[in-house]
Structures are given as C-alpha cells and as structure tokens.
C-alpha cells in the first residue's frame, strides 16, 4: 500500500534524464522523492493511529469475528505468497495495490515464467524441502529436545556461505541481497506539504494496518491464552509509525510471515522480541554487510515455509460446513474480497457482511419446540421427531448464543 502511494506521487517517467541519445530514470532522485513521500505518509499514519486509540476507536475489533480473522489472515497469506515467488523464480515483477491486484500479479507471474532462473529455483526448494523436514523433527521429537533446531539461521548462514564461495550472482545470475548499507541516518522532519496529498490513504492504512494487526494478535491471544487491550496496540502503533518517520522509515505493522516465524520457533514473549530488535539493531549498524550475499529465494522460502500454519486454517472450511454454515459463509465472503479487492477494500467488505450477519441473525431468530423423548432426559424438535412427548420446552435462540427455557 505505501509503494503504491510512492509510485502514483512520484513514478519514474518524472525523472527520466537523456543519456547517449536515450533517456533512462534517475533512480537516486527518484527513490529520494519517495523516501519523501513515504516518511509523510508514515508521519501521518502514526498520528491517525495514536488519535484512533485515545478516542478508543478498539471498539472495532467487537465486529471481527474468528471466521473473519481467519479468513482474512488465510487470504492474506495467499497475497504474501505470491509475492514471495518472483524471488524463488528469481523473476522481476510490480507490486501494486488494488483491486485485482493479486490476479494481476499472478497472471504476470505466469508470464515471466520462461525466465525463470534455474540456480534460484533450485536452492529455493531445497531450502523448503529442508525446512519442513526439520520442522516436522523439531515437532515430532520436542518432547525429547530441549531446544528446537534454528533451521531458519542456519539455513541463512549455510546458504550465504555457498553463495559467496562459488559466486551464485555473477556465474548464475540468482539475485542476491546485494549492499545493505549501515549505520543510522539522522533524524530528518518528514515534509509536512505533502500531507493533503497523502491524508486518505494515510488513514487506509492506519485503519488496515491495526485490524491486520489485530487479527493476528486475537490469534496468537487465542493460542497461548492471554488478553489484549486493542486501544493500547492502536497507540502503540501509532507511537512507532510517528517516532519512525523522523529516520525516514516507511509505515510499519504487523509482519504475518515474520510473527509467524518467531512464534514456531519459541519466541513467545516479549524478550524474544527485545533480542529480536537488538539482533537487527547489530545488522543495520555493522554485521548487514555480512549478508550481502545471502540470495534472496532463501529469504523468500523462509516466509513461505512459516505460513504453514495459517493454511492450516483452511481446514475451516469443512468444520464450518458441520457446525455453523453462516459462520462458513462469513470466512468464504472474507477470504474472496480480500483476494480479489486486496487488504484494504477486502476488510471493508468483510466488517460490512459480518455486520448483516449479526443483523440477519437478530431479525430472525430461530426458535423451536422441544419434546422429551419418553423414559428419557433427551429433547428433540417435535415437528421433526413426532414420537417425542410429555415435557415441551420452547427455546428462543438469539444471535449471541443465549438461550431462554420456558418448559411447558
């Protein structure tokens, strides 16, 4: 979302310069203007979120239901998929944001499939196929092992170690992590005239950015048993976009497919966190330059390997047919909007359908009477079960679940 925000303030055609008869963009003014625009945008993201939280905008994640959650992070993570491909392929493609935007990428994905790069190709499967079987080891036997095997670092380490001795850039063509420059930058105020250009999709994304945060943390919260305060993570959020902006930082959420990494390799709290930060504190200082080789289809096939658990989630799809098929068509709804419509528009379309649901639900409720089976304790709806007698209870069913007795 910020690059598409980047792209249409300042595309390339308006920094093309003639060189040798021809002209081509100057791609050093080009990224400046757009450091510009996204360190303004991501200023004003961080202000949204913070006003959000104090006027306990939380209130929202009321209507995100677990079929919406899990519908949307599932769809999610089919937009994080396809955009982790082109680096296993080792291909180049545009990343935008609008509606249909995946079906795009995908289709052009396709397209570029001819020059694919074999070398890429190659050590980005078998790193999958390495990280899944370690995996599976790691939960198979955790009963046995104190620690689970880090496969992700040393999958890392391994893989830039081989790039750098037999040259995998320039001998294969795979595309490397190339220079990362180190050291902070001094802190800049972001320029405040672009804010009328950049004011509505600033609060897009400060709305898109919390619930996708959010909906993971329900997730996570959910997993490990804790509680969340949804007005605290708003203006948590904010306080980071807003502090970021000033080292010329781009809008910041939750990463799916990095939270995702942690949490299945133990880091559950928030020390792995605080090490976490540290460790990328040491890389944007110094150790960077070490991974300068490392390819980039390793990075990308550790994204795709950590989804695996959110495609469990798939497995919905049948167990809400059995227990609650409205609650089915709510994930269904959630999952296709945000294909097709991308995050922003998808979630819109999902609170709103969820929103008739409850609306529907309420309106018309389902009740039924109940007759008691004879020589039994067993109830059952008399206008299906005609041998039923004695006892009748008649159950109003409202749309929270609560129901009221009234035996006859």
Request: glycine share 6%.
């Given at each position: 979302?910020?690059?598409?925000?980047?792209?249409?303030?300042?595309?390339?055609?308006?920094?093309?310069?003639?060189?040798?008869?021809?002209?081509?963009?100057?791609?050093?003014?080009?990224?400046?203007?757009?450091?510009?625009?996204?360190?303004?945008?991501?200023?004003?993201?961080?202000?949204?979120?913070?006003?959000?939280?104090?006027?306990?905008?939380?209130?929202?994640?009321?209507?995100?239901?677990?079929?919406?959650?899990?519908?949307?992070?599932?769809?999610?993570?089919?937009?994080?998929?396809?955009?982790?491909?082109?680096?296993?392929?080792?291909?180049?493609?545009?990343?935008?944001?609008?509606?249909?935007?995946?079906?795009?990428?995908?289709?052009?994905?396709?397209?570029?499939?001819?020059?694919?790069?074999?070398?890429?190709?190659?050590?980005?499967?078998?790193?999958?196929?390495?990280?899944?079987?370690?995996?599976?080891?790691?939960?198979?036997?955790?009963?046995?092992?104190?620690?689970?095997?880090?496969?992700?670092?040393?999958?890392?380490?391994?893989?830039?170690?081989?790039?750098?001795?037999?040259?995998?850039?320039?001998?294969?063509?795979?595309?490397?992590?190339?220079?990362?420059?180190?050291?902070?930058?001094?802190?800049?105020?972001?320029?405040?005239?672009?804010?009328?250009?950049?004011?509505?999709?600033?609060?897009?994304?400060?709305?898109?950015?919390?619930?996708?945060?959010?909906?993971?943390?329900?997730?996570?919260?959910?997993?490990?048993?804790?509680?969340?305060?949804?007005?605290?993570?708003?203006?948590?959020?904010?306080?980071?976009?807003?502090?970021?902006?000033?080292?010329?930082?781009?809008?910041?959420?939750?990463?799916?497919s990095r939270s995702l990494v942690q949490e299945s390799t133990g880091g559950n709290s928030q020390v792995a966190g605080a090490v976490s930060s540290l460790v990328i504190l040491i890389i944007i200082l110094k150790a960077g330059e070490?991974?300068?080789?490392?390819?980039?289809?390793?990075?990308?096939?550790?994204?795709?390997?950590?989804?695996?658990?959110?495609?469990?989630?798939?497995?919905?799809?049948?167990?809400?047919?059995?227990?609650?098929?409205?609650?089915?068509?709510?994930?269904?709804?959630?999952?296709?909007?945000?294909?097709?419509?991308?995050?922003?528009?998808?979630?819109?379309?999902?609170?709103?359908?969820?929103?008739?649901?409850?609306?529907?639900?309420?309106?018309?409720?389902?009740?039924?009477?109940?007759?008691?089976?004879?020589?039994?304790?067993?109830?059952?709806?008399?206008?299906?079960?005609?041998?039923?007698?004695?006892?009748?209870?008649?159950?109003?069913?409202?749309?929270?679940?609560?129901?009221?007795?009234?035996?006859?």
């Amino acid at each position: 979302m910020v690059g598409s925000v980047t792209e249409s303030l300042a595309p390339s055609d308006n920094f093309m310069i003639p060189v040798n008869e021809s002209m081509i963009v100057d791609t050093v003014a080009r990224d400046a203007a757009r450091v510009q625009v996204a360190s303004a945008l991501t200023l004003l993201v961080g202000i949204f979120q913070i006003l959000l939280g104090l006027v306990q905008f939380g209130f929202v994640v009321t209507y995100l239901s677990e079929p919406l959650i899990r519908g949307y992070t599932s769809a999610a993570a089919i937009h994080v998929t396809i955009s982790q491909l082109k680096s296993i392929l080792g291909v180049s493609i545009s990343q935008r944001s609008h509606p249909l935007s995946l079906i795009y990428a995908f289709v052009n994905l396709c397209s570029k499939l001819p020059q694919t790069n074999v070398a890429s190709l190659l050590i980005g499967i078998i790193a999958i196929v390495v990280m899944l079987a370690v995996k599976f080891l790691n939960e198979k036997y955790n009963s046995k092992i104190r620690m689970p095997i880090p496969i992700e670092l040393i999958t890392l380490i391994v893989a830039t170690g081989i790039s750098y001795g037999i040259n995998l850039n320039g001998e294969y063509g795979a595309d490397i992590v190339g220079d990362i420059p180190t050291g902070l930058k001094a802190p800049i105020v972001p320029n405040t005239d672009l804010f009328a250009s950049v004011v509505a999709n600033a609060f897009a994304i400060a709305v898109v950015v919390y619930a996708f945060t959010i909906s993971l943390v329900k997730m996570f919260a959910v997993k490990h048993s804790y509680n969340v305060d949804s007005n605290q993570e708003l203006i948590a959020l904010g306080l980071s976009n807003s502090f970021g902006s000033f080292f010329q930082c781009f809008t910041i959420g939750t990463a799916m497919s990095r939270s995702l990494v942690q949490e299945s390799t133990g880091g559950n709290s928030q020390v792995a966190g605080a090490v976490s930060s540290l460790v990328i504190l040491i890389i944007i200082l110094k150790a960077g330059e070490l991974f300068a080789f490392l390819p980039k289809a390793i990075l990308a096939s550790v994204v795709v390997v950590n989804l695996k658990g959110i495609y469990k989630q798939f497995n919905d799809i049948p167990a809400l047919w059995k227990s609650n098929r409205i609650d089915l068509v709510v994930w269904l709804v959630t999952f296709t909007s945000t294909i097709l419509l991308n995050l922003d528009l998808g979630l819109v379309v999902s609170v709103a359908f969820s929103l008739l649901t409850v609306i529907f639900r309420t309106q018309w409720p389902h009740y039924s009477l109940l007759g008691r089976v004879s020589v039994t304790d067993i109830y059952r709806d008399v206008s299906q079960y005609k041998q039923v007698k004695g006892a009748i209870t008649q159950i109003l069913a409202t749309t929270t679940g609560s129901r009221v007795s009234l035996t006859i």
